[in-house]
């Protein structure tokens, strides 16, 4: 009963660490998004955070929504490359800051993380990128109870 409390509470830990995390990056677009111009920079920051959950796909369909809600708005390509910078700099943030930081509330090595998850893209595409950091705390919560029995 202890281990599965163990990987209860790790799991929870973690999936509240990745909703923080979509909230951060939510108002991060939404921000950016304003200062660099954005028309409705509310509703595609909003939707942008959003898509931002998905991995892999996500991040790039963020991006050209971005984009296109700026082409749309004006066809000034500088105001492309604002929209292209802002996106850049959370996508770095989410990935070398926040997304770590999440693994390490579930117990797993944030650095170690990013290796996980590189490797669970690799070998099963998104959803073992998603899955990756997950599995690999229950699998470390499991192999801690059985080497101390």
């Known amino acids: 009963m202890n281990t599965a409390s163990r990987i209860g509470t790790s799991l929870a830990s973690y999936t509240g660490a990745i909703l923080k995390n979509a909230l951060i990056t939510t108002l991060l677009f939404m921000m950016g998004f304003a200062i660099a111009g954005v028309p409705w920079w509310f509703l ?19 991006l050209g929504l971005g984009l296109y809600v700026q082409f749309l708005g004006s ?10 910078g802002v996106w850049l700099v959370i996508q770095i943030v989410d990935g070398f800051v ?3 930081r ?3 509330k579930a117990g797993v090595n944030p650095w170690l993380s990013i290796l996980l ?19 690999a705390a229950v699998m470390l919560i499991i192999f801690r109870a059985v080497r101390a029995r």
């Not at 595609?44 to 963020?62: D, H």
């Not at 500088?78 to 292209?84: D, F, I, K, P």
């Not at 998850?117 to 599995?135: I, S």
């Open 44 to 62: 595609t920051g909003l939707v942008c955070g959003l898509l931002n959950l998905v991995p892999s796909l996500g991040p790039i369909l963020s």
């Open 75 to 84: 066809e000034d390509w500088m105001a492309l490359l604002w929209v292209g």
């Open 98 to 100: 926040l997304s770590p």
């Open 102 to 104: 999440a693994a390490g």
């Open 117 to 135: 998850v590189l490797a669970g893209g690799m070998l099963f595409g998104p959803l073992g990128m998603l899955l990756a950091v997950p599995v």
